[in-house]
């Protein structure tokens, strides 16, 4: 079972939500997610745990519970969806729509007469 944590405090490490979720049953994996940039904690993460019933248990008892001072959301993990998410198509379709509207722009009659006298 894949678990997702949010509200985590920028100081925990992979190895505490180990600590916090092997309390529970077998721990297959525990990972906080860092940003490429600053190195820093997103403050989410998740853990993968062996056993069903036990990754259950853990997400009954530890959302809505305080951890390192702030309130942890705990939940089942959704599967990540194909193509890299929202981001891609965005940044395409922008730079697509900034290159068409200036070629538009300047390729007006003047555009076009000095190409059709050139050749």
Do not use: H
Not at 4 to 29: P, R
Not at 39 to 47: A, L, P
Not at 63 to 84: L, M, W
């Amino acid at each position: 079972m894949n678990i997702f944590i949010a509200g985590l405090s920028y100081s925990i490490t992979d190895a505490d939500l180990n600590d916090l979720f092997g309390e529970y049953g077998e721990i297959a994996s525990a990972k906080v997610i860092m940003d490429r940039e600053t190195g820093r904690s997103k403050g989410y993460g998740f853990v993968e745990m062996n056993d069903e019933a036990s990754g259950q248990k853990a997400i009954d008892e530890l959302n809505g519970a305080e951890y390192d001072g702030r309130t942890i959301s705990v939940s089942v993990a959704r599967p990540r969806t194909e193509g890299g998410g929202a981001g891609g198509p965005r940044r395409s379709n922008s730079g697509g729509g900034f290159g068409g509207g200036g070629g538009n722009r300047r390729g007006g009659n003047s555009g076009g007469g000095f190409n059709r006298e050139r050749y």
